[in-house]
């Protein structure tokens, strides 16, 4: 093992620096919108713009990948996440942030697939699923200390988009310098949404609804600290608790779900993040630790969904593990697409509050859907234990050696 991270360690200080940059742009962009008059509403439209600009590039990107190599398609790929990071600092408009945001989702779809393929190229089968434990904590944990670094800017000045812009652009280096030989081309997917859908409807409706609470947590979570009476330092550690939340909770749940029936671990995740978000309505206003608290528990929750539901998916059907991925993904990006439309309207017409009612509302959705199907359908519990997959590409399968159970 010690072997394999020697040689992938290039491509793990890359995501790593790639990922603190995208963390920073996250929380920049909406404090730096919200400062400039915009409404919830705006907000939210250039945030689900970025969600479509990500599926567009998980269909698209493996074609040019597979045109111009990995290197050269990291490095395009870089190039327009920077040039779109530094024109929305430039041009504060929403029509020009729709498209700036569109092309930063889809340079951020190609540039998680080229490390993903790439560590799936050159990482063993028996280690693959230590690589991506690996791998996805370096995910979350960049994107925490991305969140931090908002502390060390002016929300209002440009200070944070250009620290942001020289992270993006510093992960070229270790891509730019790696021994590493290119890897295999990405193959072509082939989308198949019926027959997931038939396979597994809890998979189907809970990542849908999972994206639509976590893209409102991603697009609006500084505005909402914002309007919790948090200040642009304050903001960054209430992202960096969300997702620090969903870093140590996946583990042990996707343990949990290895040794029982995965619609009864969806449905108590969801029936619990439902209670946290119910209790966050009520409480979360009294106090910044309340606040802190609900976040926490709030990320611990619902961010793990989205793997149970590609785990349980793949139990449930035939496809292989990339095709099972694909369609997750896809299902979960237009949840996200969504979800932050709808936050932005409830929190124009009520308070900041209401993200915690709609989580509460969603995640109940998600419970509800997951305990009916299992009445409903009876299926056997023998199923193959799955590494936790990160939410990035469905390129990431690949670094799962599981195949998936009739």
Request: charged share 10%.
């Amino acid at each position: 093992m010690l072997g394999t991270l020697t040689r992938i360690t290039t491509l793990l200080v890359a995501a790593s620096i790639l990922l603190a940059g995208h963390g920073l742009q996250l929380i920049a962009l909406p404090v730096h919108a919200q400062l400039s008059g915009w409404s919830a509403a705006q907000i939210g439209l250039t945030g689900s713009f970025y969600f479509l600009g990500f599926i567009a590039g998980c269909v698209l990107n493996p074609a040019v990948v597979s045109s111009v190599g990995h290197i050269r398609a990291f490095m395009v790929m870089a190039a327009v996440a920077t040039v779109a990071l530094l024109g929305a600092s430039l041009f504060v408009s929403v029509w020009a942030w729709m498209v700036f945001r569109l092309a930063t989702g889809f340079a951020l779809a190609g540039l998680y697939m080229v490390i993903e393929s790439w560590l799936s190229d050159v990482s063993p089968r028996r280690q693959r699923g230590s690589v991506l434990a690996i791998y996805t904590m370096i995910c979350l944990l960049g994107m925490a200390l991305g969140q931090a670094l908002m502390a060390l800017g002016t929300p209002g000045g440009l200070e944070l988009f250009i620290l942001a812009a020289i992270l993006i652009t510093i992960a070229i280096v270790p891509i730019g310098l790696t021994k590493l030989p290119s890897p295999q081309p990405i193959p072509f997917i082939r989308f198949t949404p019926r027959k997931m859908i038939a396979a597994s409807r809890v998979a189907v409706g809970c990542a849908f609804l999972a994206g639509m609470v976590t893209s409102a947590f991603w697009t609006l979570g500084p505005l909402l600290g914002t309007a919790f009476g948090l200040e642009s330092g304050q903001i960054g550690v209430m992202m960096s608790l969300g997702i620090l939340g969903g870093a140590v909770s996946q583990l042990p749940i996707g343990r949990l779900s290895d040794r029982t029936d995965r619609r009864i671990v969806i449905g108590c995740v969801a029936s619990i993040g439902a209670i946290v978000a119910a209790v966050g309505f009520v409480f979360a206003s009294t106090s910044h630790g309340a606040f802190y608290t609900s976040i926490f528990l709030l990320g611990a929750t619902m961010m793990p969904i989205y793997a149970l539901c590609i785990a349980h998916a793949s139990d449930s059907s035939e496809l292989t593990m990339v095709e099972v991925t694909s369609v997750i993904l896809m299902i979960h990006s237009i949840g996200s697409i969504i979800g932050p439309l709808i936050v932005a309207g409830l929190i124009a017409a009520t308070n900041a509050t209401s993200y915690f009612a709609y989580s509460a509302v969603c995640l109940a959705l998600a419970a509800f859907w997951s305990f009916f199907r299992l009445v409903v359908i009876e299926r056997p519990r023998e199923h193959a234990a799955q590494a936790i997959l990160p939410r990035t590409t469905q390129a990431v399968a690949e670094l799962t050696n599981e195949q998936p159970s009739d």
